[in-house]
């Protein structure tokens, strides 16, 4: 059992989720890259549900609360902040005091447009702000469709869930 304390003393997991409305007249960007498409993620800063299922889950693993606790929409000097930024905002304030990622799985839930073309670049984006280690399959991003089912398959809205592994740094 000590073995086993000790190890989960090592490691942290935690989930994020995120989900805006599609507009006319906003660009969309999912995880810091620009998708081509007719409408965008309408939010205070640029949208990025992405980005903000990432950061989520990275702040529910270290028991920091989520961005809306860092970052309120209230404030106004966040009105269309680039996520990417506020990423690595979260990423020098709590990731480089003793903590690293080990991965990072996401899913984005949007009916249209077809991502898989931007996905590999979402996944380095990412990996170059989050990860110290060189292993290039620790971000994981998928996508998938609701069928035409609901607001997402109605094409009014995407969402996005992410699970974050964390450990501790020996140093």
């Known amino acids: 059992m000590n073995n086993a304390n000790s190890l989960l003393n090592q490691l942290r997991i935690g989930n994020g989720f995120d989900v805006h409305p599609l507009v006319e007249g906003r660009p969309l960007i999912l995880g810091g890259v620009k998708i081509e498409h007719d409408y965008g993620c309408d939010g205070h800063s640029d949208g990025d549900v992405l980005t903000h299922s990432i950061m989520d889950s990275i702040l529910g693993a270290l028991g920091q609360g989520d961005i809306g606790d860092h970052f309120p929409s209230s404030d106004s000097k966040y009105k ?33 447009p077809i991502i898989k073309p ?28 609701t069928d035409h089912l609901g607001f997402i398959g109605n094409k009014e809205g995407i969402a996005a869930i992410s699970t974050c592994l964390l450990i501790r740094d020996d140093g």
């Open 118 to 145: 931007y996905i590999k670049t979402m996944e380095e984006t990412i990996h170059n702000i989050c990860c110290k280690l060189n292993d290039t399959n620790s971000i994981s991003i998928k996508a998938t469709t």
């Open 80 to 112: 269309n902040a680039n996520s990417i930024e506020l990423l690595k905002n979260i990423h020098s304030k709590f990731l480089n005091k003793g903590w690293s990622i080990i991965n990072i799985d996401s899913t984005i839930i949007l009916q249209a």
